[in-house]
């Protein structure tokens, strides 16, 4: 008999220190940019990932996209640093709350 087909965020435990509601967060992410909401080279990046063709790590250290990767960072940044105290409070409380949802809709 053959073992269930894993869920496709399973890739990414590793990278969230095995936070199942990370590595949702993250494939959901990952398939966003896949779907092109940032442009075509993160789209190839993320189809490539999602693919398992490439892992984040690999492809954080090419040419091709670690610069692309490091300019959308760096943009995130400047928006973090930007907000006001009361706004960093409620995201900060909204995006842990969904990692913890996330994270409980498919535990251990």
Same mark, same amino acid.
């Given at each position: 008999? /053959? $073992? ?5 965020e399973q890739q990414f +435990?590793?990278?969230? $220190? &095995?936070?199942?509601? !990370?590595?949702? *967060? *993250? #494939?959901? /992410? +990952?398939t966003r940019l896949r ?6 080279? !993160? ?6 990932? *999602? %693919?398992? #063709?490439?892992? *984040? #790590? $690999?492809? %954080? @250290?090419?040419? @091709?996209? &670690? &610069?692309? +990767?490091?300019?959308?960072? #760096? ?13 960093r409070q409620r995201i900060?409380?909204?995006? %842990? ?6 994270? /409980?809709?498919?535990? $251990?």
């Amino acid at each position: 008999m /053959s $073992q269930p087909e894993p869920p496709p965020e399973q890739q990414f +435990l590793d990278l969230t $220190q &095995g936070d199942q509601g !990370l590595a949702k *967060l *993250l #494939h959901a /992410s +990952l398939t966003r940019l896949r779907d092109g909401v940032a442009g075509n080279d !993160l789209q190839e990046m993320a189809r490539d990932i *999602l %693919a398992g #063709h490439a892992d *984040l #790590h $690999q492809i %954080a @250290a090419t040419d @091709a996209y &670690g &610069g692309e +990767l490091l300019d959308r960072y #760096h943009r995130f940044r400047d928006w973090e640093r930007n907000l006001d105290p009361e706004e960093r409070q409620r995201i900060t409380y909204e995006a %842990a709350g969904l990692a913890t949802d996330l994270g /409980s809709q498919n535990p $251990q």
